[in-house]
């Protein structure tokens, strides 16, 4: 395989024009994620200091293995909701190294509303659970959770993918025979209670730890028995009564170091087999991304030089290298493993959408997992496309997409409108992980032209009424929609509702990347087979 | 003096070695480099060392402790008859130096290795053979007992000369003890020393005698063979103790000049030919600053530290011992008696020196004995033994040789540096500190350096470097750790703390 | 930083990790590349950060002993569970209840009573097997509930601790 030679000026006004924004915009995101992770009111945290409880950050860092990555999932998660109040949507997502052992860890964050549950919290969890499910992976629960979000129980309980979905997930992981184990550092109240309730393994805190499906006021109420936290859902109780729970610990720290050793019993799955060699470090920096991605999210761009950023020694076969090129396809390692890589170069056209469903078969056949690099305005419109079939080729992209067996990932690197996001494997088409850049946007159309639309509507409504506008009438109704479109469009916006499994700096793409092929192979690849293509 | 003599005319060809460790494996040594069969007795808590293991034969003997059975005469001599042992040597300690068992060796027609069973009475009787080496006009420590005239122990105190101390006769441990540097104040520190004595011990009764401001220690090896033939094989400086005992010997003595050494030496050949000394013995003397030293005891076998002089003059003692014990005549005068360089032992005990010298013990599972030109290591342990709380704490001895004592003190350090014993604490550590110490390399120290240095005993604080590698080493051989480091992947091994 | 090692009266947490290619020690708030080569002879290779070291390393149970720059060192590694069972001082079982029905055969404490660990509580029989309860923990007895050749069911508390602190 050779390398990309890259064509990148990093001396030009304009790469270091872009470094700078993109870096910024980098420097936001680390802001803004250090603030979900660790801004709190000092009240919460001497409520937590004087319960001798720990933060859920110090309980991460307890129970990771030293000295070995954790990728955190969907850390921006309910950040542009409820006001902001619910940092993280108060929890803590990601997978991490236990007892060596790849694993997906749920944390509540009780420093946040006492770890309710929002209806944020519980997609982020459902999704967690989700990974887990797909990639086959352990979990470990901290569970330290006030309850539901009372207020908001209709947006968060009864909807198959509300609250009851996390059950059911794990029910499901436990059918597949994945272990979860739960340590209990704080109440776990009704539904909460199925969190252990439903695990392998369970340790719990002594004094700080609690399991009951009521807590005593309600108990209180339903039935006029007075009991205390202890007796009703206590450690000892649980360990040597009821048996809800197994392992008592005397402190979190030792809770925890009993969850690591009882990881340490968990077999370790036998890992689908693809191509592998030993990784090797890009040749070019990683950090040149930031000049590369332009400041105008219409500008184009070289996806190559993104990818020779990405891949083992910025070494790339390119597939097709004549043919449809606005989409490039081609093969590369990634920290060792082979993989296929499909990145947008420009709209997609009856050609490169063809070139991209062949070439998931291709790596279908070949047990190579799919990276999509997204920055796609859409598949090419027009009299002459369609008469050549753009939306039947298209929708064999998408066909090819949806059954891929091999597993795949998308990088949200800029652009994402339109039909494009689904040939692409957006969101709904399960990448295995999927992750944005701090400037990407993904919408059914560029701003401008949504706008525009949804302004022109109702200005030949006015019109009808007879009304005539000026031009900062029309301004009026248009830049309020335009602002509004832009919001939900940003990045910011879509992580937030958790259209993605988290914002990543562009520099740390290659390591998610890396963690994440790892975790999906625990699942085994199913031979290649797919629905009718439309010829 | 070296030479492999022939044995073939000698009345015993088994030797047994009543005793254990290093020393019963030095005297093995000699013993079989002559031909002769070497025997030792052992407890079972010794059957893995080596002197068993070395010995051409070996006989369990048994006792309600360890160290009992090596004190038990009488079934060490039925051992002896019992494997046609036709002499025996007593090593040090133990039975060395008993008067009983000596009889009994010989009564029971075996050869015993060692003086006459006079000989042994007379120097094992500290009072008695004070005042016999005083009448036969060797220099004793000037004294005065109360007891002998209570109505002119004043006088005969003031004799005595200052400075001097008063003791409690019934006394211990240092109590009720006065110096006196002013004679004038004599009369008035007896009158307290009495009434102190009568307070701690019930017993006013005094004795006084020459102090010795912070004394060496210097000893004599000589040499007789009971025909009349006596020589001495030069010094030995012992001043270096640690709880009244040695830990590091060497010859020659960086105190003496050569017309002191002279004097001292012939002073110990002449206590020895003035008893007609038979075996290697040893004369002590406390040796003041002054250049002046009084007899303090003659030991009347094989001393611990006899390997440094051995290494300067090329003498084999236990073979010179096994000669004499034989019958044999010495056959070289004084003058043949040449040293050259400078000789150094460490004593290596298993102890903490940071804690009083406590013993220490424990598993011996790693020993790699110090090598190299000039290196000498006498020890009874092997690796896979044990050091146990039933016998002396002491080891093994370094004994290292150089041109002269610069140069034995750097093989030292070298040497200790080198010695790894692992499974029980040593105090090699504190040896090394001992002799890097300033007055050491000055070769000025007496009895009480270690008492008035008590840093050099001290644990010094661990370099921060110095604690990493420790728990580095550590962590990398403990099992629960390197497992748990083992088993993360590859790829995530490599990313290391990566947070996104 | 859960794993300790005892050296001398002190003990110093820390955790191994693997990098690319060899370990990690991390300590305190320093993260260190090390590694540790054995040759057939016990003699090693250690590295730490740039610098390398001959060490001898012996282990025997959780004693590690090092010959290190000329001197022999011991530490002794104390697991995380022990040490954080040890630490919370209660993770054994405060009250301590009948694991099976039974009669008290003898009762050696009474409440008030300093215990330390392993020391013996009170005997029990039950099923015609004499069973000795002991302390899980040091600590002062709160409650004795029996006597001698009283009965009690299964789960009855036989005695409780006084809690920590």
């Known amino acids: ?535 | 003096m070296s030479a492999v003599p022939d044995t073939s005319q000698w009345p015993f060809k088994a030797v047994l070695v009543a005793n254990r460790g290093e020393i019963a494996v030095r005297v093995l040594r000699t013993v079989q480099k002559l031909g002769l069969k070497g025997i030792v007795v052992y407890h079972a808590a010794d059957r893995g060392t080596l002197a068993v293991k070395m010995a051409d034969q070996a006989i369990e003997i048994t006792g309600p402790t360890p160290v009992a059975s090596y004190l038990d005469g009488a079934q060490i001599i039925a051992a002896a008859l019992a494997s046609g042992a036709g002499a025996i040597h007593p090593g040090y300690g133990f039975l060395s130096e008993n008067k009983g068992f000596c009889q009994a060796v010989e009564a029971a027609g075996i050869r015993f290795i060692g003086p006459t069973p006079e000989q042994i009475d007379l120097m094992g009787d500290k009072v008695r053979a004070r005042n016999f080496v005083e009448k036969a006009g060797f220099p004793v420590a000037p004294s005065a007992i109360e007891d002998d005239d209570p109505a002119t122990f004043v006088e005969r105190s003031r004799k005595v000369g200052a400075p001097l101390l008063i003791k409690p006769s019934a006394g211990g441990g240092g109590k009720g003890m006065r110096i006196v540097r002013d004679l004038s104040l004599l009369e008035q520190e007896i009158v307290r020393g009495r009434s102190e004595g009568a307070r701690y011990f019930g017993d006013g009764r005094l004795y006084c005698e020459r102090y010795i401001e912070n004394p060496r220690h210097i000893e004599v090896q000589v040499l007789g063979d009971g025909h009349g033939n006596v020589v001495h094989v030069f010094e030995r400086e012992c001043s270096v103790q640690r709880r009244f005992q040695k830990i590091v010997e060497e010859t020659p003595s960086p105190a003496l000049t050569p017309e002191l050494r002279e004097k001292i030496c012939e002073t110990a050949a002449g206590i020895a030919r003035s008893i007609g000394y038979r075996n290697a013995g040893t004369v002590e003397f406390i040796f003041g600053q002054q250049g002046e030293f009084y007899f303090l005891e003659m030991n009347t076998r094989l001393q611990v530290e006899h390997p440094v002089t051995e290494q300067i003059t090329g003498i084999d003692l236990v073979l010179q011992q096994l000669r004499v014990a034989a019958g044999e005549q010495l056959g070289f005068e004084q003058t043949d008696v040449k040293a050259q360089g400078h000789a150094i032992e460490f004593r290596i005990y298993a102890e903490d020196a940071a804690r009083g010298y406590t013993p220490t013990t424990g598993p011996v599972l790693v020993l790699h004995p110090p090598q190299g030109e000039g290196v000498r290591w006498d020890s009874g342990i092997l690796q896979g033994g044990e050091v146990t709380s039933a016998f002396d704490p002491m080891i093994a001895k370094l004994i290292v040789t150089g041109h002269d004592r610069a140069d034995a003190i750097a093989k030292g350090d070298a040497a200790l540096r080198d010695t790894v014993l692992l499974g029980c604490k040593t105090n090699t550590a504190f040896l090394r500190r001992l002799i890097a110490h300033p007055a050491f390399v000055a070769g000025d120290v007496h009895t009480g350096f270690l008492d008035a240095n008590p840093q050099i005993a001290a644990e010094p604080e661990l370099a921060a470097e110095t604690l990493q590698a420790l728990l580095a080493a550590a962590a990398l051989s403990t099992r629960p750790m390197r497992d748990v480091a083992d088993a993360v992947p590859d790829m995530h091994a490599a990313m290391g703390g990566w947070r996104n | 930083m859960q794993h300790a090692f005892k050296l001398g009266e002190a003990e110093h947490n820390n955790a191994l990790s693997r990098s690319a290619n060899a370990y990690r020690l991390h300590f305190g708030e320093q993260v260190i590349d090390v590694d540790l080569k054995t040759g057939a002879d016990g003699r090693a290779w250690l590295t730490v950060g740039e610098r390398h070291h001959e060490v001898v390393i012996a282990t025997r149970g959780d004693d590690v002993f090092v010959h290190f720059d000329g001197e022999a060192y011991q530490l002794r590694y104390r697991h995380p569970l022990d040490r954080l069972a040890a630490a919370a001082g209660g993770s054994a079982e405060d009250h301590i209840r009948a694991p099976m029905p039974g009669s008290i055969v003898s009762v050696s404490v009474k409440p008030g009573d300093a215990v330390t660990k392993g020391q013996t509580l009170l005997v029990m029989e039950s099923m015609k097997m004499e069973t000795t309860i002991t302390a899980p923990r040091d600590g002062v007895v709160a409650v004795v509930t029996y006597e001698k050749a009283q009965t009690f069911d299964r789960d009855a508390l036989l005695l409780s601790l006084e809690p920590n602190q």
């Open chain 1, 1 to 535: 395989m050779k390398r990309i030679e890259s064509k990148l000026n990093t001396a030009s006004a304009d790469f270091q024009a872009n470094a700078e924004h993109n870096r910024r915009l980098a420097e936001a995101f680390k802001e803004k994620q250090d603030k979900v992770r660790h801004a709190r009111p000092q009240r919460d945290i001497d409520r937590l200091r004087q319960q001798k409880k720990l933060l859920v950050r110090e309980r991460l860092e307890l129970l990771l293995d030293p000295g070995t990555p954790f990728m955190e999932l969907s850390s921006l998660a309910a950040n542009e909701a409820y006001d902001g109040e619910v940092p993280g949507a108060a929890c803590v997502t990601g997978i991490g190294i236990v007892s060596g052992r790849e694993v997906v860890i749920n944390a509540g964050d009780a420093s946040v509303k006492g770890g309710a549950w929002y209806p944020l919290t519980v997609k982020k969890t459902v999704r967690a659970l989700d990974i887990a499910i797909e990639n086959r992976l352990p979990v470990v629960h901290l569970c330290d959770s006030a309850g539901g979000f009372l207020p908001l129980q209709a947006d968060l309980f009864a909807d198959k993918y509300m609250a009851g979905r996390i059950f059911r997930n794990q029910c499901m992981l436990s059918k597949m025979g994945v272990q979860q184990v739960s340590v209990v550092l704080g109440h776990c109240t009704a539904g909460g209670a199925y969190v252990p309730g439903l695990s392998d393994y369970n340790v719990i805190v002594r004094g700080t730890g609690a399991i009951f499906l009521a807590g005593p006021p309600l108990v209180k109420a339903a039935t006029g028995e007075d009991v205390s936290v202890d007796e009703l859902g206590g450690c000892d109780m649980h360990t040597s009564v009821s048996g809800t729970a197994d392992y008592p610990a005397g402190s979190e720290e030792e809770a925890i170091a009993i969850a690591r050793d009882i990881v340490a019993q968990f077999k370790r799955p036998q890992k689908s087999l693809i191509e592998w060699q030993a990784p090797e470090a890009p040749y070019y920096d990683g950090r040149e991304l930031y000049g590369i991605l332009p400041r105008d999210i219409k500008a184009q761009f070289d996806m190559k030089e993104v990818i020779a950023r990405l891949v083992d020694g910025s070494r790339f076969h390119e597939y097709q290298p004549n043919y449809g090129k606005t989409l490039i396809c081609g093969y590369a390692h990634l920290w060792g493993y082979k993989i296929g890589i499909l990145a947008n170069n420009g709209v997609l056209f009856n050609d490169s959408a063809l070139k991209g469903a062949h070439f998931i078969e291709l790596c279908n056949q070949g047990r190579v997992p799919i990276l999509f690099l997204q920055n796609i305005t859409g598949f090419m419109v027009g009299k002459e496309y369609e008469r050549r079939g753009i939306t039947k080729d298209g929708a064999k992209m998408i066909m090819a997409v949806s059954n891929c067996e091999v597993p795949k990932f998308t990088v949200m690197c800029h652009g994402s409108f339109g039909a494009g996001n689904y040939g692409m494997s957006g969101r709904a088409f399960d990448s295995r992980f999927l992750f944005s850049w701090p400037q990407s946007q993904t919408s059914v159309m560029g701003a401008e032209q949504a706008a525009n639309t949804l302004a022109d509507v109702k200005i030949r409504q006015l019109a009808k009424q007879g009304k005539q506008l000026s031009q900062a009438d029309i301004d009026a109704i248009r830049d309020p929609v335009l602002g509004e479109f832009k919001r939900k469009q940003s990045a910011w916006y879509t992580t937030s509702e958790i259209w993605d499994d988290g914002m990543l700096d562009p520099v740390d793409t290659r390591n998610a990347l890396g963690i994440s092929i790892s975790a999906a192979l625990n699942t085994p690849i199913g031979d290649p087979r797919y629905g009718v293509f439309r010829m």
